[in-house]
């Protein structure tokens, strides 16, 4: 190697700024050195008697990102795909392609890096890394190989999985598993994510589908893997739970899900009602529900939970049949994210009311996030009863409240009771607030 590539060489190891110093060295040599080091060590080992690994590109990807992203570095990348360290596995890897640019000479070595793959069907090339070479037709020609060299059996690295899933689905499924505990795409069972279903009458109960492992030839069934009730055949009122982990969270969170109803004749399934059980108590009203209709495609809802630590909540999931009404009920992609909501408002804490026999207590349900005309909100008590709400003041643009009043209070009115609203985007409910009677 000339001496003045090696001294290069240790400044770039020396110094703490990594690329950016080599590359104030040697920016405008970038292309004439990344050749010369490929060809000079080869000359040198073969000056000095070495015997090299059959594969070892002495440039590897690691240095040759230094070099930045010119386009005599980027004609490097099929040279070092094929310098692979081993047979199967490539020294340039997609989380070091990625520095050399979305150049088209780096997506033309996406094919044989996804043949150099480290293991029979394990590519060093994954869907997850194969993002950062961009979304170019050579990138996009390496997948079905990539499909070819899966780990093991029905289960491919870059799985059907995610290759059959629109876009917006498989970030929602990457952004899943960063939820908070609660959360859960199903792709593995539903008890590793805590989840237990109840089961109903003459065994209705939910089922955790998978279509890639098991296909389904009828067209009412998504595709996907996910939990699902069959209304077929049931009688009208049947019930099924799918329970969520109890959850006693710190801060402001946002619970979203997917749900999904279809027929094959586009009449409804049945009703979908969603539950949040407060320290234990009775399950209560649902704060949510869907029913009368079918869907076109999975569509997402939200639920602003104002409930926190050191009180704990459950979520449940709840289907009823319908009689003469075959089809399908299904939930997939529940999150728990650690932000607000987008679409469903935010209670503020709910205060305690403290009156005297025979007078009128006044909750007052302050929220957070946009209010609509026709947005639902109602005082839920702890027992279930519900009572309608009017909003009174609109605050601002991100702010509303509303008040309702129990009338001459009595012993028999002193429970606890919670503002809840349905939007558009979902439901919102505050914290449990106690009515005292003197």
């Known amino acids: 190697m000339p001496a003045t590539l090696r001294k290069q060489r240790q400044r770039c190891r020396c110094s703490r700024r990594g690329p950016r110093s080599l590359g104030a060295l040697i920016s405008a040599r970038a292309g004439s050195a990344c050749r010369q080091l490929s060809a000079s060590s080869g000359s040198a080992a073969a000056a000095r008697g070495e015997v090299r690994e059959p594969g070892r590109a002495d440039l590897s990807a690691r240095r040759l990102r230094h070099a930045g992203n010119s386009p005599q570095a980027a004609a490097a990348l099929p040279l070092l795909a094929e310098r692979s360290a081993k047979p199967g596995r490539a020294d340039l890897s997609a989380r070091r392609l990625r520095h050399a640019g979305n150049s088209p000479q780096a997506a033309a070595a996406l094919p044989l890096l996804a043949e150099r793959s480290a293991e029979p069907g394990r590519a060093d090339l994954s869907a997850r890394r194969l993002r950062h070479a961009g979304n170019s037709p050579q990138a996009a020609a390496a997948l079905p190989l990539l499909a070819e060299r899966s780990a093991k059996p029905g289960r491919a690295d870059l799985s059907a999985r995610r290759l059959g899933m629109p876009a ?102 049945g009703s979908l009602n969603v539950y949040v059980k407060v320290n234990g108590g009775p399950q209560g009203n649902p704060i949510w529900n869907v029913s009368g209709i079918v869907t076109e495609g999975w569509v997402k809802v939200e639920l602003a939970i104002s409930t926190f630590w050191p009180h704990f909540y459950q979520v449940i999931f709840e289907s009823v049949s319908l009689k003469g009404h075959p089809g399908y009920i299904a939930v997939d992609e529940v999150r728990v994210l650690a932000h607000p909501c987008r679409k469903a408002p935010h209670f503020l804490r709910l205060q305690n009311v403290e009156v005297n026999v025979g007078q009128n207590a006044t909750f007052q349900c302050i929220a957070g996030g946009k209010w609509s005309q026709h947005d639902k909100l109602w005082l839920q008590q702890w027992n279930g ?34 503002c809840v609203i349905r939007s558009d985007g979902g439901s919102g409910v505050s914290n449990y607030a106690e009515l005292i009677v003197k």
């Open 168 to 269: 917006t689905l498989r970030k929602q499924r990457q952004r899943c598993r960063c939820s908070r505990r609660g959360g859960c795409s199903f792709d593995e069972h539903y008890s590793n994510c805590g989840y237990s279903v109840a089961l109903g009458t003459n065994g209705f109960t939910w089922e955790q589908i998978n279509t890639w492992e098991k296909p389904t030839m009828d067209p009412a069934v998504p595709t996907g893997s996910f939990m699902m009730v069959n209304s077929s055949g049931r009688a009208s009122g049947q019930k099924a739970h799918l329970l969520l982990p109890t959850l006693k969270e710190n801060d402001t969170h946002c619970i979203d899900f997917h749900y999904y109803l279809s027929s094959r004749d586009r009449s409804s399934p």
């Open 385 to 418: 009863r519900d009572t309608a709400l009017m909003v009174t003041r609109v605050v601002n643009h991100r702010r509303f409240s509303a008040t309702v009043s129990v009338a001459d209070t009595s012993q028999r009115s002193i429970s606890k009771y919670r």
